[in-house]
């Protein structure tokens, strides 16, 4: 889908989508007591894990389409490996495919494919979450099934720590008990899991590009959301009021696109965004990409080795830009333009189902205008 976007200012209450964060968590250890619920109107990313678990527990030979979504992949190999699920097939887009796995998971390839070639066992096991922090949420996930214990011994730096912290407070209200070390985690096996009713509270990652419109001017209101949210991108509410020379994103990576579009705004103001290296291997290569639409549109924003720094203009051009398949990069252009002189044009534009479904739907809503080319 391909529109054109008509600056014009957003106004009125929106209330964002629920959290796939919380999601994915909650749908993986539903699974685990035996419920396979499918929340109402659900993102791309939330429908493969609903898809997947079901296919996991259902069927004998399970092929489990992740579609472009890493959390999929990354929660259900550690979980499919722990059943003993060997011959597993995981596919899903050829960028996601492309996307890094660290550790030694035993994959082989296959036509479209990753095939689990062997299971999992309890004892002590070294995770690498340096990269990304999902693979060690699988396995907290998973491991509490086993039979034996299990210890997980962190080889580095954990990078997006308030993801695992979100991981372990789903598990303990699940009745999962996880003890922590100073260098990792030590899982009792043989638990069980307890069920729980669906927790949908509001995505701070989506709220993030509506906290930043207001911050730019717009009469917006977001409602639902939580401030006790053990949601890291929650900081969003923060650094929406007052953004510094100088953005940390190891903990909160999927604000790059919302806070560099404040930051592009900004006249006359350099902001750094560090500790991001790894942003490049997300649906898009998302530092060149978060670049490249800015400075399309007629921002000043230059890639660095970990991040990117953006210069402040007093008012954004317009132009034609891609969403290169990245739905967070789609909201990026809808948000910008507002403050654009001439319409933007953005080819992709679907591609925000990913994460937020109604996201179009809002959009109009609150008054963006929006023509649909194709």
């Known amino acids: ?27 993986i250890c539903l699974a685990q007591a035996g ?12 429908e493969a894990t609903v898809r997947g678990l079901w296919a996991l527990y259902h069927e004998k030979a399970p092929v489990i389409d992740c579609g472009a979504s890493g959390s999929t992949l990354r929660f259900l190999l550690p979980l499919a490996m722990a059943r003993g699920q060997v011959g597993t097939v995981f596919t899903g887009t050829e960028r996601l495919l492309e996307r890094p796995l660290p550790g030694d998971w035993g994959l082989a390839a296959t036509a479209g494919g990753l095939r689990v070639t062997r299971a999992l066992s309890g004892g002590q096991l070294p995770v690498d979450g340096t990269r990304t922090s999902q693979l060690l949420s ?16 962190l080889t580095g730096p954990l990078a997006s720590r308030p993801y695992v912290d979100l991981t372990l407070a789903v598990l303990r209200r699940c009745g999962v008990h996880i003890g922590q070390t100073d ?51 929650r900081a969003a509410a923060a650094l929406c009021r007052c953004l ?20 592009a705004l900004r006249p006359d103001k350099e902001i750094r965004f560090t500790d991001a290296a790894r942003l490049r291997h997300k649906e898009s290569d998302r530092l060149a990409a978060t670049a490249a639409l800015l400075t399309a549109l007629g921002g000043r924003a230059q890639e660095t080795a970990d991040g990117l720094a953006v210069r402040g203009v007093a008012c954004l051009q317009g132009g034609e830009v891609q969403s290169a398949g990245d739905h967070r990069l789609a909201m990026l252009a809808a948000c910008a333009a507002p403050f654009c002189r001439e319409p933007v044009v953005l080819r992709g534009a679907d591609c925000t189902a990913k994460s937020y479904p109604a996201f179009w739907r809002d959009y109009a809503q609150l008054g963006g205008k929006v023509e649909h080319l194709t």
Not at 3 to 10: G, K, Q
Not at 35 to 46: A, G, I, R, Y
């Open 183 to 233: 260098c990792g985690f030590t899982i009792p096996g043989g638990q069980r899991f307890r069920t729980v009713p669906l927790d949908a509270e509001p995505d701070w990652s989506a709220a993030a590009f509506w906290l930043a419109v207001r911050a730019l001017g717009c009469a917006v209101a977001i409602t639902g959301l939580r401030r006790d949210s053990l949601q890291g991108d």
């Open 244 to 263: 510094p020379e100088e953005v940390d994103l190891t903990d909160i990576p999927d604000l790059l696109p919302p806070l560099a579009l404040l930051a």
């Open 138 to 153: 699988g396995l907290l996930m998973a491991l509490p099934g086993l039979a034996a214990d299990s210890e997980l011994v």
């Open 1 to 27: 889908m391909d529109v054109r976007l008509l600056p014009a200012p957003l106004r009125g209450a929106v209330t964002p989508p629920p959290s796939k964060s919380l999601l994915h968590r909650q749908l």
């Open 35 to 46: 419920e396979f619920p499918c929340p109402p109107d659900p993102s791309d990313d939330v």
